[in-house]
Structures are given as structure tokens and as C-alpha cells.
């Protein structure tokens, strides 16, 4: 849950840095790597949840979060594509994450289906 919280500041880092922004596809940094490893480190958790829920989760969960696993590692191992992986963080992950994390909230009892709603149709939009 704290995932966003590290990556929102090092997204914008990597996204405004001059040299990411002059050649997206084959500019490489050390935060765009260190941003890949953290999102990577958070579905390599997610395969694990996955295998030890497989009963519940089945293979469409499986699929994807090896598939996320791969995208978010290939930037880091072949020093292509940083740019656009922090874009995706900022774009899909992060209202992604937000929403999830109010409806855990939900179910919880904390917050109202109101608030989640809301957020879900955001999430949608983007």
C-alpha cells in the first residue's frame, strides 16, 4: 500500500528529467530503473499472492500479474522504454491503487460505496 507513496515523486523525477524527455524510448536513469524494480518488486508479491490463492484467484490472475512482472522488468533489463513505464505508473497504476485502496476501505466499514464509486469512474476515464 505505501507503493504509491514512493513511486508518485519518483514518476514526476523521471518524467521531467530533460534527457528522459529528449529520447523516451532508449534514455535510461537510475531512478527509472530503481522506479521499474520498485513496481516489478510489487508483482513479483503479486505472483506470490496469486500462487498461494491460485484456487480463488485462477489463471487469469496468474496471466496477469506475470504479464505486469515482464513489463515492468523489461525496462530495467534492456535500458528501453523508462519513460513510458513511468507514465503508466502515473496514468494506470496510481488512480488504480487509489480506487483499491478505498474500496478495501469499503469493506472494511471505513468509507461509503459513495466515495468509491466516484473514484471508480475516474480510474475509468483515464
Not at 537510475?30 to 496469486?50: E, H, K, N, P, T
Not at 468509491?116 to 469512474?121: K, W
Request: hydrophobic letters at 50%.
Amino acid at each position: 500500500m505505501h507503493q504509491p507513496l514512493l513511486q508518485l515523486p519518483l514518476a514526476l523525477l523521471v518524467l521531467c528529467d530533460p534527457a528522459m524527455q529528449a529520447d523516451p524510448i532508449h534514455s535510461t536513469s537510475r531512478l527509472g530503473a530503481l522506479m521499474g524494480l520498485i513496481s516489478a518488486g510489487y508483482f513479483v508479491y503479486d505472483v506470490a499472492q496469486v500462487v498461494a490463492r491460485y484456487e480463488d484467484e485462477g489463471p487469469q490472475y496468474m496471466l496477469h500479474a506475470i504479464c505486469c512482472l515482464l513489463v515492468f522488468l523489461y525496462p530495467v533489463f534492456s535500458h528501453k522504454l523508462q519513460f513510458y513505464g513511468e507514465g503508466h505508473v502515473l496514468v494506470g497504476v496510481m488512480p488504480w491503487t487509489c480506487c483499491v485502496s478505498l474500496l478495501m476501505l469499503c469493506r472494511a466499514g471505513i468509507a461509503d460505496y459513495s466515495i468509491t464509486h466516484g473514484s471508480s469512474i475516474v480510474t475509468a476515464c483515464i
